[in-house]
């Protein structure tokens, strides 16, 4: 299996465990969970866009006027740029309005030093 179907295999999972289910014949996707799942996987790039994004605009101004940033802005300033690998990005994506839990996980280089594993 090669790494992109693997990151596809693990967003799957986290975005909908039941679905990454497949053991049983005639359980995939659309048979587990229905046509709602299907979509979603469909869009898990437009997901994980609107996850990264850190929430609604009106956060994002009240920050700003209070001089904060975003913990994923504070995370990019902190380590190597393109070193940061996430965990867990879609662990709450099937919560209504509400995409990601409000924790941030991951691993990433400082200084060129990666972090410990």
Known sequence: MS????QTKADTAAADPAA??????GSGPDEASGE???RAH?????????ITE???AKYHQA?????KLFARERIALLVDAGSF?????FANVLADGLPADGVITGVASISGRP???
């Open 36 to 38: 709602g799942v299907s």
């Open 54 to 56: 850190g929430g609604a």
């Open 20 to 25: 990454a289910n497949t053991s049983q014949a």
């Open 3 to 6: 790494a992109a179907q693997d």
């Open 115 to 117: 972090s410990p594993t």
């Open 85 to 89: 690998t996430e965990d867990g990005v």
């Open 63 to 67: 920050a700003a006027a209070s001089g």
């Open 42 to 50: 469909a869009d898990l790039p437009g997901i994980r866009t609107k």
